[in-house]
């Protein structure tokens, strides 16, 4: 049985296209909230160590990211985030401080460099950031390498332009916004200039 010195309880079963995640609760005295994430499949414990590895990482960093609780070989304890998901404000066409706090969140991320390369989310569906006491904090990082800023960019930018209600004024609002945001954050921290060429501002 998962984390019996815990003492958890399920409280709800969250979307999740690849593992089970749900939300819990610690039968403590103040019945603490959190999340439990058990991995599937024949890479399993290998996915599990991989994504608290790379938390216990990037909450050394700093960096806005879900504290872990406690873990097993398949399963991860981890601390919740009350909030709302990017994936969600975005579909309300909600064009608030989310936006400029999500791309200091990724300049922040990709300011972490290893050769000629930066550390990059990967999976950076909208679905993996909430919005929580006004910062916006990633989750999900099974993913997570070494490679071109602009890949993760570039998925955020299609997420938002695609994902329902796809193609809007707001949508295309949301990304000029995104990317200028991250061009100012990022050339702050590294004291580069991006090319951002790619991208249509």
Same mark, same amino acid.
């Given at each position: ?23 819990? @609760? #610690? ?61 969600? $404000? ?39 950031? #909430?919005?929580?006491?006004? @910062? ?30 796809? $193609? ?25 200039? $991006?090319? $951002? ?5």
């Amino acid at each position: 049985m998962l984390f019996v010195r815990h003492n958890i309880k399920i409280v709800e079963k969250y979307f999740s296209r690849r593992h089970s995640v749900y939300k819990v @609760e #610690i039968q403590s005295e103040n019945k603490t909230p959190a999340v439990l994430k058990v991995y599937e499949g024949e890479k399993a414990a290998a996915l599990c160590r991989t994504e608290r590895e790379n938390l216990e990482r990037l909450h050394r960093l700093d960096l806005r990211v879900p504290q872990v609780l406690a873990w097993e070989e398949r399963a991860l304890l981890m601390e919740f985030l009350p909030g709302m998901t990017v994936s969600r $404000l975005a579909e309300n066409l909600d064009t608030g401080s989310w936006i400029e706090k999500m791309a200091y969140w990724f300049a922040r991320l990709h300011s972490v460099e290893n050769a000629s390369s930066c550390m990059l989310k990967g999976d950076a569906n909208l679905r993996n950031f #909430i919005f929580s006491g006004g @910062e916006i904090f990633g989750i999900d990082f099974e993913k997570m390498g070494f490679g071109d800023f602009r890949e993760d960019l570039s998925e955020v930018c299609f997420f938002l332009l695609t994902d329902y209600p796809p $193609l809007t004024t707001e949508k295309d609002h949301m990304v000029r916004r995104f990317l200028k945001a991250y061009a100012k954050h990022a050339t702050r921290d590294t004291g580069t200039v $991006l090319d $951002l060429s790619h991208f249509r501002l």
